[in-house]
C-alpha cells in the first residue's frame, strides 16, 4: 500500500471541513492508499487538541506554533512551522507527497529530497497574484519561488483551465460535489420566503451586498436570501448584518439574511433559490482563474446563475447557456425573474454539464488517474 502524505498549512477538519482536501483524500483512501494530512493547526488550542485523529480512513496528524508578534516574528513562525511539518513527513517516509497550496510546497520539495518521493503541486489559487494584492514585494517573492520550485514537481492539480495554463499545465480537478449527493430528496421550504428568489450565498463583503441590495430593490416580486457570514478571519457580523439589514429596508428590498450555516443545511439553501448570484468573493485580479463552487453548484442543483465577465467562470456560462454573464445585476435579475423558462431549460444545462464535466465524481477518476500514472512512471516531471 502505497504511503500519501498530504501537506497542509491549516488544519484538515476544525472549525470547519476543508472539503476540497478531505474529498481528494477519501477517495485516495477508497482507491487503496494510506492517506496521512500533516497540518498545521494555528487556530487551536496547544492543550486541547487532540494531536493525532482518524476520519474516515484518512489519518490526521497535527503540529502546533503560534503565529504572532509583528511581521518578522511571524515569518519566524512560520519558518518553524513549516519544518515540524518537514521532519514530521520524512518520518512517515511517504512514497507520494502532496502539497496543497504554495505555502506548503517547499516543505513538499525538501521532504522528498530524504526519501525520493514523488511531489504533488495542488494549487487551489493563484496565491502569488494573491500576495500581491497585499504587498507587492511579498507577491513577487512567492512568484519567483513558485517558478523555482515547480521544477521540482512531479504533478500539477489545479482548480481551473486557466489556472493550469498559468502553472504551465497540470491537471485540472473541480472542487464539486457528487451527483449523488445533490440528487438527494430534500425539504423546500423557501425560508418562509414568497415570489421568486435569488440567492448569494458566501462570505458577506458590506460592497458587494450594498450592490445586490440596490439591484433586488428595482425588481418587482423578487426575494433575496443571503447565507453566510464575514470573510475568513473577520468579526463584525452582527453589526453589520444590522447596518445591511437597514439598508434593505431603506432600498425596498425584501432580503432575508440567514447568517452563516453548516454545510449540511447547503443543499436546502439551494433548494429554496431559483437565481444564484455568483459573487465576485475575490480581488479582481484574482477572479479570472476562479471557478467558485458556488458556481459548480448551482448548476448541481438546477438554478440558473448571474456572474461577473471573468474568465473561468463565464467561459462555462456561455458554453453550456446555464446562465447569464454581466455586472448589470438589476438587468440580469429583471430577465430572469420574469421568465421561468428561461430559468428551467438554463438550469437544466446546467445540471447535464455538471453530470458529465464537473461533478466529483469525475474529478476522482482524474485524481486517481494522475496517481496511477505518477507511480507507473507514465508522468514527466
Given at each position: 500500500?502505497?504511503?500519501?502524505?498530504?501537506?497542509?498549512?491549516?488544519?484538515?477538519?476544525?472549525?470547519?471541513?476543508?472539503?476540497?482536501?478531505?474529498?481528494?483524500?477519501?477517495?485516495?483512501?477508497?482507491?487503496?492508499?494510506?492517506?496521512?494530512?500533516?497540518?498545521?493547526?494555528?487556530?487551536?488550542?496547544?492543550?486541547?487538541?487532540?494531536?493525532?485523529?482518524?476520519?474516515?480512513?484518512?489519518?490526521?496528524?497535527?503540529?502546533?506554533?503560534?503565529?504572532?508578534?509583528?511581521?518578522?516574528?511571524?515569518?519566524?513562525?512560520?519558518?518553524?512551522?513549516?519544518?515540524?511539518?518537514?521532519?514530521?513527513?520524512?518520518?512517515?517516509?511517504?512514497?507520494?507527497?502532496?502539497?496543497?497550496?504554495?505555502?506548503?510546497?517547499?516543505?513538499?520539495?525538501?521532504?522528498?529530497?530524504?526519501?525520493?518521493?514523488?511531489?504533488?503541486?495542488?494549487?487551489?489559487?493563484?496565491?502569488?497574484?494573491?500576495?500581491?494584492?497585499?504587498?507587492?514585494?511579498?507577491?513577487?517573492?512567492?512568484?519567483?519561488?513558485?517558478?523555482?520550485?515547480?521544477?521540482?514537481?512531479?504533478?500539477?492539480?489545479?482548480?481551473?483551465?486557466?489556472?493550469?495554463?498559468?502553472?504551465?499545465?497540470?491537471?485540472?480537478?473541480?472542487?464539486?460535489?457528487?451527483?449523488?449527493?445533490?440528487?438527494?430528496?430534500?425539504?423546500?421550504?423557501?425560508?418562509?420566503?414568497?415570489?421568486?428568489?435569488?440567492?448569494?450565498?458566501?462570505?458577506?463583503?458590506?460592497?458587494?451586498?450594498?450592490?445586490?441590495?440596490?439591484?433586488?430593490?428595482?425588481?418587482?416580486?423578487?426575494?433575496?436570501?443571503?447565507?453566510?457570514?464575514?470573510?475568513?478571519?473577520?468579526?463584525?457580523?452582527?453589526?453589520?448584518?444590522?447596518?445591511?439589514?437597514?439598508?434593505?429596508?431603506?432600498?425596498?428590498?425584501?432580503?432575508?439574511?440567514?447568517?452563516?450555516?453548516?454545510?449540511?443545511?447547503?443543499?436546502?439553501?439551494?433548494?429554496?433559490?431559483?437565481?444564484?448570484?455568483?459573487?465576485?468573493?475575490?480581488?479582481?485580479?484574482?477572479?479570472?482563474?476562479?471557478?467558485?463552487?458556488?458556481?459548480?453548484?448551482?448548476?448541481?442543483?438546477?438554478?440558473?446563475?448571474?456572474?461577473?465577465?471573468?474568465?473561468?467562470?463565464?467561459?462555462?456560462?456561455?458554453?453550456?447557456?446555464?446562465?447569464?454573464?454581466?455586472?448589470?445585476?438589476?438587468?440580469?435579475?429583471?430577465?430572469?425573474?420574469?421568465?421561468?423558462?428561461?430559468?428551467?431549460?438554463?438550469?437544466?444545462?446546467?445540471?447535464?454539464?455538471?453530470?458529465?464535466?464537473?461533478?466529483?465524481?469525475?474529478?476522482?477518476?482524474?485524481?486517481?488517474?494522475?496517481y496511477n500514472d505518477l507511480l507507473e512512471g507514465g508522468t514527466d516531471s
Amino acid at each position: 500500500m502505497t504511503k500519501v502524505a498530504m501537506i497542509l498549512g491549516h488544519d484538515l477538519l476544525e472549525p470547519n471541513e476543508d472539503n476540497r482536501v478531505y474529498r481528494e483524500a477519501l477517495t485516495l483512501v477508497k482507491a487503496g492508499y494510506e492517506i496521512t494530512v500533516f497540518c498545521w493547526a494555528r487556530r487551536m488550542d496547544k492543550y486541547e487538541t487532540k494531536w493525532e485523529v482518524e476520519k474516515d480512513g484518512i489519518k490526521v496528524v497535527r503540529i502546533f506554533e503560534e503565529l504572532k508578534g509583528g511581521f518578522f516574528s511571524k515569518v519566524r513562525g512560520f519558518r518553524r512551522a513549516m519544518k515540524q511539518l518537514q521532519l514530521k513527513v520524512e518520518e512517515y517516509d511517504a512514497g507520494v507527497i502532496h502539497a496543497h497550496d504554495l505555502e506548503t510546497l517547499e516543505t513538499a520539495v525538501n521532504a522528498a529530497k530524504k526519501n525520493d518521493a514523488k511531489v504533488i503541486f495542488d494549487s487551489h489559487e493563484d496565491w502569488p497574484t494573491l500576495e500581491i494584492v497585499q504587498n507587492w514585494f511579498i507577491g513577487k517573492y512567492y512568484q519567483r519561488k513558485q517558478t523555482k520550485l515547480l521544477k521540482d514537481v512531479d504533478a500539477v492539480l489545479t482548480v481551473s483551465d486557466e489556472l493550469a495554463l498559468r502553472l504551465g499545465g497540470g491537471t485540472v480537478l473541480y472542487n464539486s460535489e457528487p451527483v449523488e449527493v445533490v440528487e438527494r430528496p430534500v425539504e423546500n421550504h423557501k425560508f418562509d420566503m414568497d415570489g421568486v428568489i435569488a440567492g448569494y450565498i458566501g462570505g458577506l463583503r458590506k460592497p458587494i451586498l450594498e450592490e445586490i441590495l440596490d439591484a433586488a430593490s428595482k425588481v418587482n416580486a423578487l426575494s433575496l436570501l443571503i447565507v453566510g457570514g464575514p470573510p475568513k478571519g473577520r468579526s463584525g457580523y452582527n453589526q453589520m448584518i444590522s447596518e445591511l439589514e437597514e439598508m434593505a429596508i431603506e432600498k425596498g428590498a425584501n432580503a432575508k439574511f440567514t447568517g452563516p450555516l453548516p454545510y449540511s443545511m447547503m443543499n436546502e439553501c439551494y433548494a429554496a433559490c431559483d437565481i444564484l448570484i455568483v459573487g465576485h468573493y475575490v480581488d479582481e485580479s484574482l477572479r479570472d482563474f476562479a471557478v467558485p463552487k458556488k458556481l459548480l453548484d448551482a448548476m448541481a442543483y438546477k438554478i440558473p446563475v448571474i456572474v461577473g465577465p471573468y474568465e473561468a467562470r463565464k467561459k462555462i456560462v456561455e458554453r453550456y447557456d446555464c446562465g447569464i454573464v454581466s455586472d448589470d445585476w438589476t438587468e440580469t435579475l429583471t430577465t430572469l425573474s420574469n421568465d421561468k423558462k428561461m430559468r428551467k431549460e438554463m438550469g437544466e444545462n446546467g445540471f447535464k454539464a455538471f453530470k458529465m464535466n464537473y461533478s466529483w465524481d469525475i474529478q476522482e477518476e482524474k485524481l486517481i488517474r494522475v496517481y496511477n500514472d505518477l507511480l507507473e512512471g507514465g508522468t514527466d516531471s
